[in-house]
């Protein structure tokens, strides 16, 4: 048997302003300071125990040892997830609440989706072309909007469209936000839900139809396990669940735009889609970029792991950004290089800028591969159906910004859909 090793501890009363402060990089940070890839520290009040690294990701994802009810504090559910929605669930409930996401997944739901956002930036590209400037940030999440709510069957006005696309976009924004930004976030959710939950009513009162391979008629009509529908407000924020994660793609989106423009000889290989290196490019803006900082769970009873003790109930952290940018998985992990994915193994707990693990049975993100198109999809357009000017701005990204956005949100001008280029087509 291991003898038990003192974990690594910091002495504080409470880190919570230091993780404001240092926001992606608060546990990469001191993983590297205490050369250990867990270290116990007190946040918001409590205990906590901080993980990084594919061991600790495997670790983390052990259904046996971790729980993620009341691991994400109300704060958080009120603005970004949603309160009591799939994040928060465990065992048997989880797997039939992510039985119903998994279900709109399917390789034939993702072709149509692709095939909508490609319809829906060709009509961004012709807005574009009467604009002197515009900002890809605000743009792509409305564009991104329109398409997801086509897909899940959510009725596009638009009069509405921008200021619905906003309020998604702003339920993102609180995540890791104090003061304005938070307050503006919950806000969105409460018009957002109150929006859906009264389209919910209405389909069940047959008022309104959606197609029965939607998103909006699943979550309408779903039934618990104990055979009950859901609640109408609970169904809104499922829904909602399905729309913003695809309209926070805009961040990825921006950050695409951003490797193009630092990393210009990409276009060419990228024209020839040489290798598969569309795909390359997508997962090393996914690995290189600062999207998820860190994930919470909680300890459901007393183990060991490498020699340190985990206590039931106590908080602990897996760090994202830290794992996807950790020299021992990743040579050279500050430089873009999409080539690294060429022999890259597939790994479910390395690259886990959405999580890790199992898509199915546990907690990685069921949209995670309409992610990974939608992105295909929007770089191809970028790439190969565009000519625009980037002017001078700051693209520069703060790790203490969560999440992360560049302060210009990447502004263009004199956007051209280039001639002789066909309609793009989904992945």
Same mark, same amino acid.
């Given at each position: 048997?291991?003898?038990?090793?003192?974990?690594?501890?910091?002495?504080? +009363?409470?880190?919570s #302003?230091a993780?404001?402060?240092?926001g992606?990089?608060?546990?990469?940070?001191? %993983?590297?300071?205490?050369?250990s890839?867990?270290?116990?520290?007190r946040?918001?009040g409590?205990k906590?125990?901080?993980?990084?690294?594919?061991?600790?990701?495997? #670790?983390?994802y052990?259904?046996?040892?971790?729980?993620?009810?009341g =691991?994400?504090?109300?704060?958080?559910?009120k603005?970004?997830?949603?309160? !009591?929605?799939?994040?928060?669930l465990?065992g048997?409930?989880?797997r039939?609440?992510k039985?119903l996401?998994?279900?709109?997944?399917?390789?034939?739901?993702?072709d149509?989706?692709?095939?909508?956002l490609a319809q829906?930036?060709?009509?961004?590209?012709?807005?574009?072309?009467?604009?002197?400037e515009? $900002?890809?940030?605000?743009?792509?999440? $409305?564009? /991104?909007?329109?398409?997801?709510? %086509?897909?899940a069957?959510?009725?596009v @006005?638009?009069?509405?469209?921008?200021?619905? =696309? !906003?309020?998604?976009?702003?339920?993102?924004?609180?995540?890791?936000?104090v003061?304005?930004?938070?307050?503006?976030?919950?806000? *969105?959710?409460?018009?957002?839900?109150?929006?859906?939950?009264g389209?919910?009513?209405? #389909?069940?009162a047959?008022?309104?139809?959606?197609?029965?391979?939607?998103?909006?008629?699943?979550?309408?009509?779903?039934? !618990?396990?104990?055979?009950?529908? #859901?609640? *109408?407000?609970?169904?809104?924020i499922?829904?909602?669940?399905?729309?913003?994660?695809?309209?926070?793609?805009?961040?990825?989106?921006?950050?695409?735009?951003?490797? /193009?423009?630092?990393?210009? @000889?990409? %276009?060419?290989?990228l024209a020839?889609?040489?290798?598969?290196?569309?795909?390359?490019?997508?997962?090393?803006?996914?690995?290189?970029?600062?999207?998820?900082?860190?994930?919470?769970?909680?300890?459901?009873?007393?183990f060991?792991?490498?020699g340190?003790?985990?206590?039931e109930?106590?908080?602990? +952290?897996?760090?994202?950004?830290?794992?996807?940018?950790?020299?021992? +998985?990743?040579?050279?992990p500050?430089?873009?290089?999409?080539?690294?994915?060429?022999?890259?193994?597939?790994?479910p707990?390395? +690259?886990?800028?959405?999580?890790?693990?199992d898509?199915?049975?546990?907690?990685?993100?069921?949209?995670?591969? /309409?992610?990974?198109?939608a992105?295909?999809v929007?770089?191809e357009?970028?790439?190969?159906?565009?000519?625009y000017?980037?002017p001078?701005? !700051?693209l520069g990204?703060?790790?203490?910004?969560?999440?992360? /956005?560049?302060?210009?949100?990447?502004?263009?001008?004199?956007?051209?859909?280039k001639?002789?280029?066909? *309609?793009?087509?989904?992945?």
């Amino acid at each position: 048997m291991t003898q038990n090793e003192p974990t690594p501890q910091e002495h504080t +009363l409470d880190n919570s #302003l230091a993780l404001l402060k240092d926001g992606y990089d608060f546990i990469f940070k001191r %993983r590297r300071e205490m050369d250990s890839d867990i270290f116990q520290t007190r946040l918001l009040g409590q205990k906590a125990i901080c993980i990084g690294g594919k061991e600790a990701a495997e #670790l983390f994802y052990d259904t046996s040892k971790f729980k993620r009810s009341g =691991a994400i504090p109300k704060r958080i559910q009120k603005s970004l997830f949603g309160v !009591d929605a799939i994040q928060t669930l465990d065992g048997d409930a989880h797997r039939h609440r992510k039985a119903l996401f998994m279900s709109l997944m399917s390789r034939e739901r993702l072709d149509v989706f692709m095939e909508l956002l490609a319809q829906e930036w060709e009509a961004a590209a012709h807005r574009w072309e009467q604009l002197e400037e515009l $900002e890809l940030f605000g743009e792509s999440q $409305e564009l /991104l909007y329109r398409a997801a709510c %086509r897909w899940a069957g959510v009725p596009v @006005e638009e009069e509405t469209a921008r200021q619905r =696309a !906003d309020d998604m976009g702003d339920m993102v924004e609180a995540f890791g936000a104090v003061g304005p930004r938070h307050a503006a976030g919950r806000r *969105a959710r409460r018009r957002t839900e109150d929006w859906l939950e009264g389209y919910i009513l209405d #389909l069940r009162a047959g008022e309104v139809k959606a197609p029965e391979d939607t998103a909006a008629y699943a979550m309408a009509f779903h039934r !618990d396990l104990q055979d009950r529908e #859901l609640d *109408a407000r609970m169904a809104a924020i499922e829904l909602i669940n399905i729309v913003r994660p695809i309209v926070a793609i805009g961040r990825y989106v921006v950050f695409s735009a951003i490797a /193009l423009h630092e990393h210009p @000889e990409y %276009r060419v290989k990228l024209a020839a889609d040489e290798g598969k290196y569309r795909q390359w490019f997508v997962q090393e803006t996914r690995r290189y970029y600062p999207f998820t900082p860190f994930l919470g769970a909680s300890v459901i009873h007393d183990f060991t792991w490498q020699g340190h003790e985990f206590e039931e109930g106590t908080m602990v +952290l897996l760090d994202i950004y830290g794992t996807t940018h950790d020299p021992k +998985l990743w040579e050279e992990p500050d430089t873009f290089r999409p080539e690294r994915f060429e022999h890259w193994s597939g790994s479910p707990f390395d +690259l886990i800028p959405q999580g890790g693990g199992d898509h199915r049975g546990g907690h990685r993100c069921a949209g995670e591969w /309409l992610t990974i198109d939608a992105m295909a999809v929007s770089l191809e357009f970028m790439a190969n159906r565009l000519e625009y000017e980037v002017p001078e701005q !700051d693209l520069g990204l703060s790790l203490s910004r969560m999440p992360a /956005l560049p302060e210009s949100r990447f502004v263009m001008k004199n956007v051209r859909r280039k001639r002789g280029a066909g *309609a793009v087509s989904g992945v």
